[in-house]
Structure formats: C-alpha cells, structure tokens
C-alpha cells in the first residue's frame, strides 16, 4: 500500500509572526520563505494581506520571487479582503486564497454579532468570490472545535458547493483533545456534502500542549494538510511544530502510512534562521530542533549509544540537519571557501553582501580559534539584518569595575557625522545604552533584551537582541560579536536603524 502524502500548511510568516517579538520586516519574510520553499514546504501562508501595506508588501514580494510552493494569504469573509489578498497574490507561481469566519455560536454571539444563517450565507459568498480568482481556495471556520458539530458540517458544504477546494478545521483556542478531535474529523468526513473531493485542513494551537497530539490524530482520521509553523511559534501558548509533525510522519510511517515532502536534513537549517531573525531561541529540551535534542549525559545512555545508536535515538542528528560543532573555516579560508560554505549551509547573498560578510569572517577569525557553521549563520544574519546606515557603531570603550560606576564612551556616525559622548549607569550594557540613546536622540524605551551564546567556550559569540519602542511602534535589533557590550551596542543600534527606516517607510506611503 503507497503511502499518501500530508501537506505541509506553514504559517510562520502569518500566525506565527503574530506571537510578541516575532514581527518581521518584509526582507526577513523573504528570506524566511525562500527557506521553507527549500525545506519542502507545500503551501506558505505569507500574510494577512489587508491587515497593513507593509503585510501587503510583503505577500506580493514572497509571491513574485518564491518558486516552488504555493503561496497563500490570508482574508476575512468579506470582498474587500479577498480582492487585497488577490492582489497581493495575482503574481505567484501557485497562489492561494485562505478566507475564514467564525462558526461558534459564543464567536457568533459575542464578536460577529450574527446569526448562523448570516454567516452560511458569508461563507458561501465568500468563497464564491475567491473562486473567481483562482480554482485554490481554501475555507477555515474559526473556533471549529467549539462549534456545533452539524451547524459545522452545514457551514463546509456551502463552501464546497462555493469552490472551496480545501476546508480547514482550527482548533483555534487549543481547548480539543486528540480522541475528541479524531471523532469531529471522521464526523466531517461522513457529513459534509462532497467531502471525497476536498482535503480536510487542520490548524491546532498549543494551550493545553495539544497542538501536535491533536494533528496526529486528525492525520489519522483522514486530514491531508497540516497548518504549522518552524518552532512552534504563534499567537498565546504557539502553534503546531512543523518539524514535530515532519518527523512524527517520518519515523512512525507503518502506524500512519502517510510522509511529508519535507527535506529533514533542511529542519535544523530553518529553525536556526528563525531563532536568527527573531532573536526569539527554542528550549533546549525542544523536541527535533533544541540542543538537547540529541544530547546524552546519563552514564547508561551513553554506553547505549556507544554501543549502537538506536538504543535512545529513534532518529539520526544528521537526518534533521544537524552536524557536529567543527571547525571549518579560519583566518587563512579565502573568499571561495567562505562563500561556498555559506551557499551550503543555504544562504544566497549578492557580490556586495557576501564582500560585507567575508570582512566581518575574517575580523571573527582573528578573535576565535575555532569558527563553526553556528558562526557563521549568525554572522551572515547579523550582515543581512543591518538597517541603513543612518547610525553606525564606530568605536566604544566601556570601564566597570567592584568599586567604581560603570562608565561608557561612545562614538556613532550619524547621517555621515562622528559624534562621541559618554555616560554612567548601572551595569556596562546600561551605561552603553544610555551614551548610544544620547547620541541618537532616542525618546523610547528599551522592552527586551537577552543574550545567548552562539557556540561553547570562553571565545563563543555572543547573541543578543533588544526589543525598542517608541509611541506604539516595537522594533528589534540583533547583533553578534566574540565581545558581548560590542555585540550589545551593535544590536542597539540595529533597531535604531530599524526604527529610523520604518518611520521613513510610514511617511512615503
């Protein structure tokens, strides 16, 4: 018997950049989905399209530059939201549009303040327009598991009768358990008119830790598409892990008889530039992607796995990507070898970019002993995260010690000018912000900021993120360097630029 195919539903650029300090700009989002195209993903939920013009923007570039999976947006049960998805979408190699309404009777008493048949008739309309644009249509009805089951099943015949070709059935508030939600997919399947000619959907949140169980368990009730994102990312407690769903198909294939079209070995890759672009890290017991994930410390784990892997590893590092921590470039790699590294470890950068990466590679090199494919990946984003030059770190000297205050001096360039100035605070990073934020001029407020260490040893870059806000617009800024306050500053000033150019962005428009 042949195995059937899952889809792969990503929605890391839609629901899961909703989760608090997971915003992307529009050039982030770009590099995120040519990565997930590359992973195998089958269908890219870019945006909510009508929700702003910088989503809007950025669902047209994903639509026109990504090849090889379908790229979706997303639109309310409304003609105004599906025409602004089309729009956005009209370019794609594939497209999709992804319209939705709720169907519970608390979401239709309390938000939508309609009744059942008002939004039949919304769901009909709906899809019928959307299908006027394209022959892909998928349906989802909000808060499906606290519907009624038969006012559901109603709800999904209209859109198949309108062209639906896709019916989605989110768990929208994580509140179903898998044996409930096994019986709901099976009742759908039975009820719903021309079931046989559509693939059921599913989109599971993580409140009760659910997210992924529950997938499974539609999976084998006869959902043919799976709706997730890279890292469990998402509104509240997050979404269902893609690459928790990926591998699940993938080693316990004799239970479900069903894969994926996901490269594994791509997984790591892409969990990596997410944590990256967000600056928002996995825990390390994370299943799949955390660095405990293939990690043995217990003395008769270890002679297990000495003794032949398979006694506590049901999968191999390798087939996820990941690969042990090695050196493989230093100080005396040329620019081929760099670039050709890069290009493996799946980044793609203009002559200019890769020039800009190679010099900050060799300023590494000199620091570290060892420089590892960590390294460089955080290095390459550091490079690729960088604002406009409005602000530019040029030089700081920072002096702290058990019997004197913190003290930072500071040069930036700011619009082609060197400025200096210094100032005290509580610790280094505090004394360092506040010089930086004279400089600048900057009136906000600093909401986050954390650190992590790329790689092990005394000598391992440092990461570290800042989360800026001014009036109501929240930005972050990333920076890496061997030395921690420098890779503070560097991230400080990142979201200046960050916030610089969004201001300018707001005024063109």
């Known amino acids: 018997m042949s195995k059937e195919i899952v889809k792969i539903f990503d929605t890391t650029l839609r629901d899961g950049e909703q989760s608090p300090g997971c915003s992307m700009d529009i050039g982030e989002k770009l590099r995120m989905a040519k990565q997930l195209a590359k992973l195998g993903v089958n269908i890219i939920e870019a945006g909510f399209p009508i929700a702003s013009e910088g989503?809007?923007?950025?669902?047209?570039?994903?639509?026109?530059?990504?090849?090889?999976?379908?790229?979706?947006?997303?639109?309310?049960?409304?003609?105004?939201?599906?025409?602004?998805?089309?729009?956005?979408?009209?370019?794609?190699?594939?497209?999709?549009?992804?319209?939705?309404?709720?169907?519970?009777?608390?979401?239709?008493?309390?938000?939508?303040?309609?009744?059942?048949?008002?939004?039949?008739?919304?769901?009909?309309?709906?899809?019928?327009?959307?299908?006027?644009?394209?022959a892909d249509v998928e349906f989802s009805a909000e808060d499906a598991t606290r519907s009624d089951p038969e006012y559901l099943a109603e709800v999904f015949s209209a859109a198949v009768e309108a062209g639906a070709t896709t019916l989605n059935v989110p768990d929208t508030v994580g509140y179903t358990v898998p044996e409930e939600f096994l019986k709901l997919i099976y009742y759908l399947k039975t009820n719903v008119k021309e079931a046989h000619k559509i693939t059921f959907s599913v989109h599971c949140h993580n409140d009760l830790g659910l997210a992924v169980?529950?997938?499974?368990?539609?999976?084998?009730?006869?959902?043919?598409?799976?709706?997730?994102?890279?890292?469990?990312?998402?509104?509240?407690?997050?979404n269902a892990s893609m690459e928790e769903v990926a591998m699940i198909l993938k080693v316990r294939q004799s239970l479900f008889n069903c894969d994926t079209q996901i490269d594994s070995p791509q997984i790591y890759h892409t969990s990596k530039l997410l944590t990256l672009i967000t600056g928002v890290s996995v825990q390390p017991n994370k299943a799949i992607v955390g660095a405990n994930a293939f990690a043995h410390e217990a003395g008769i784990h270890q002679d297990g796995i000495l003794k032949n892997q398979m006694t506590y590893e049901i999968m191999t590092p390798e087939s996820v990507g990941w690969r042990a921590h090695k050196l493989v470039l230093g100080k005396h790699s040329g620019r081929h070898a760099f670039r050709s590294r890069l290009m493996e470890l799946g980044y793609e950068m203009s002559e200019e970019e890769s020039e800009k990466a190679f010099v900050s590679f060799k300023k590494l090199?000199?620091?570290?002993?060892?420089?590892?494919?960590?390294?460089?990946?955080?290095?390459?984003?550091?490079?690729?995260?960088?604002?406009?030059?409005?602000?530019?770190?040029?030089?700081?000297?920072?002096?702290?010690?058990?019997?004197?205050?913190?003290?930072?001096?500071?040069?930036?360039k700011?619009?082609?000018?060197?400025?200096?100035?210094?100032?005290?605070?509580?610790?280094?990073?505090?004394?360092?912000?506040?010089?930086?934020?004279?400089?600048?001029?900057?009136?906000?407020?600093?909401?986050?900021?954390?650190?992590?260490?790329?790689?092990?040893?005394?000598?391992?870059?440092?990461?570290?993120?800042?989360?800026?806000?001014?009036?109501?617009?929240?930005?972050?800024g990333v920076g890496t360097h061997a030395d921690i306050l420098q890779a503070s500053a560097k991230a400080y000033v990142n979201a200046l630029n960050r916030l610089l150019n969004f201001k300018e962005k707001r005024r063109s428009l």
Request: charged share 30%; aromatic share 6%; proline share 1%.
């Open 55 to 134: 989503d809007f923007q950025a669902v047209k570039k994903i639509a026109q530059e990504v090849k090889g999976a379908t790229i979706a947006g997303l639109a309310r049960a409304s003609t105004k939201d599906i025409d602004k998805a089309w729009e956005a979408l009209k370019h794609a190699e594939s497209g999709r549009i992804h319209t939705f309404i709720a169907t519970s009777d608390i979401h239709l008493k309390y938000k939508l303040k309609k009744s059942r048949e008002q939004v039949l008739e919304d769901t009909y309309n709906a899809v019928k327009h959307a299908a006027q644009y394209t």
């Open 213 to 238: 169980a529950n997938s499974m368990a539609a999976v084998l009730a006869g959902a043919r598409q799976v709706e997730c994102t890279v890292n469990g990312i998402g509104e509240r407690a997050g």
């Open 365 to 412: 090199a000199d620091l570290k002993k060892e420089v590892f494919d960590d390294d460089l990946e955080a290095l390459v984003s550091d490079e690729l995260a960088k604002g406009p030059d409005v602000y530019e770190l040029l030089q700081m000297k920072v002096h702290s010690g058990t019997k004197s205050k913190p003290k930072a001096k500071v040069s930036l």
């Open 414 to 476: 700011v619009k082609g000018k060197k400025k200096s100035g210094e100032a005290t605070g509580a610790g280094p990073v505090d004394a360092t912000f506040k010089a930086i934020r004279k400089l600048a001029g900057f009136k906000g407020e600093l909401l986050r900021y954390n650190v992590a260490a790329i790689t092990g040893g005394t000598d391992a870059q440092g990461e570290v993120s800042v989360t800026l806000k001014e009036q109501i617009k929240e930005v972050r």
